[in-house]
């Protein structure tokens, strides 16, 4: 089904384009939002006129985007909070905190809407955050969100404890394996001896065997006699 973007679109047009898309989402999204008319004779001529007005309009919009892209160059917003032991933040960080501190950094109204933030920021770290100027040209803007002094040495502390946990189930573990070895080394020993020593010892004759030499030694002595 064919129609005309009344608006740009991410990924399917700008104003005056003439689309194809399926009849669901044109009759149940596109046109219904005012985001798209029918492609009839009467519109197509009638946003012939709408786009040559919109191409001056895009223009300023991509020099004053540019503009702004300027502005924003090599900007790094820095937080400085309270957390957890773990750098776990009390709250989060969102893109209207963001928004408001571009305005405190470079003097710059953003609209929280453009700052592409996925998700709130909940951990310490170094983030990088696209600001969406106008379709597609947008800014890089670097966020460092570090712990107050307190938040720190409390993190440091944990730390600490964590890793002194961590070496004595370590050292635990080693010992395990070392007398696991040695024991294992004793049996082997065992099982190389024992055998050894029963080679050594005097074999005896078994009772039946006792009792036919001494029938034999009887008989030997009276044919003597």
Known sequence: MKVILTEYMEKLGDIGDIVDVRAGFANNYLIPQGIAVLATGGNINQMKLVKKAALKVEARNIEEANEMTEKLKDLTLKFIVKTGEEGKLYGSITSKDLA?????????????????LSEHIKELGEYDVDVKLYKEIKSAVRVIVEPDEESRILIEAHKKEKEAAEEEEKHKLDTEIEEEAERSKEKEIEEKVIPAEKDKEPKTSEPGEKDSAKKKSRKESRKQK
Do not use: C, F, Y
């Open 100 to 116: 408001e501190k571009i305005m405190e950094e470079r003097n710059i109204e953003i609209d929280r809407k453009k700052i592409d």
